[in-house]
């Protein structure tokens, strides 16, 4: 049996919703494309195809087998482009994850213009804060915040991640401003919820060895950054947040960075924004095409780090948050 013959079939009688119409485009008898289908039902041992006189629709097995054969057929496609040099644009299916907030303030607003660029290439975007597996979520980039945790994956750096402390104005009148780490103890701060650990913010200092850990406490605590930067806008406490969320906010003089001789990203905790993708994924044009575009789009620096008013038009701002 021609494997990949039977998957091509297997495909067009699904998108056609029956046989008369995946052999029409196959151009071939409607007997050839039942005894392919039909052959590779036999060869997994169970059935892919509901049939009935009206309709044909997908078992539980031939959804799961669907989606993988999507993107074998896919790589296949690509694969025998990039040995002809038939054709040099980047098509087909790009899956990306990205995390929920930078996601949607970052990756978002740029997709039309990706798609603007490179028409052929169809894009299916997954925003969670979880960290899901490339190999078995079928995912071709994963967009991360922090250092790579796996050294089975290719990184490219994007964009430094930057983070920054700071409180409103209104806050500021009414409780002071710290001048130095340890009085953050004293203040109300707005934390990020790790797993139910206890909130330690560390900082470091030009010229000086060694990491200055405070213990810090506050009235609020959550796992979603959008909501502490819209409660810092509000004035409810100090939050460290990366400038890829407030720094609008900062250059707007809503928020007011705080202990600016102390630095709260401080080696080995410099992050980046990384690009993260499989070894078997590097050749892929859409991929290599997708991870240029961020890179010239989020430019150097990233434009949330730049003055507003210096922004190509195209760059999005952060528009203020509404006071809770």
């Not at 009935?52 to 078992?59: A, D, P």
């Not at 979603?224 to 969320?245: D, F, H, K, Q, V």
């Amino acid at each position: 049996m021609d494997q990949l013959g039977a998957m091509r079939a297997f495909v067009r009688v699904v998108d056609n919703g029956g046989f008369s119409e995946a052999a029409r485009q196959l151009g071939v008898a409607v007997s050839s494309v039942t005894r392919q289908v039909s052959g590779l039902e036999d060869s997994l041992g169970t059935r892919l195809l509901f049939r009935s006189t009206r309709s044909v629709t997908l078992t539980d097995a031939g959804r799961i087998y669907y989606d993988h054969v999507l993107r074998i057929l896919a790589e296949v496609d690509e694969a025998d482009r990039s040995i002809s040099g038939m054709d040099s644009s980047p098509t087909g299916l790009l899956r990306i994850t990205a995390p929920v907030a930078f996601g949607r303030l970052h990756i978002a607003p740029a997709m039309s213009k990706f798609t603007e660029k490179y028409p052929s290439v169809e894009l299916d975007v997954v925003l969670t804060d979880m960290v899901i597996s490339l190999v078995d979520d079928g995912i071709d980039i994963a967009i991360r915040i922090g250092q790579p945790a796996s050294s089975s994956l290719i990184g490219r750096k994007l964009a430094p991640h930057r983070r920054v402390v700071c409180a409103s104005p209104d806050y500021l009148k009414r409780h002071g401003q710290p001048t130095s780490p340890t009085e953050l103890a004293e203040h109300d701060c707005l934390m990020f919820r790790y797993l139910g650990r206890r909130e330690v913010w560390r900082f470091g200092r030009q010229n000086q060895d060694g990491l200055e850990e405070i213990r810090v406490r506050g009235k609020l605590r959550t796992n979603n950054s959008e909501l502490l930067r819209a409660s810092a806008l509000a004035g409810a406490g100090i939050i460290m947040m990366p400038t890829w969320l407030i720094g609008d906010d900062l250059q707007r003089g809503d928020l007011v960075e705080l202990l600016p001789d102390w630095d709260p990203n401080p080696a080995p905790l410099d992050t980046g924004i990384h690009a993260l993708y499989l070894a078997n994924r590097k050749a892929s044009l859409k991929v290599r095409a997708f991870i240029d575009f961020l890179v010239e789009h989020f430019g150097r620096p990233p434009y949330w780090d730049r003055p507003i008013n210096e922004r190509a038009a195209s760059r999005p701002t952060i528009p203020p948050a509404r006071p809770l």
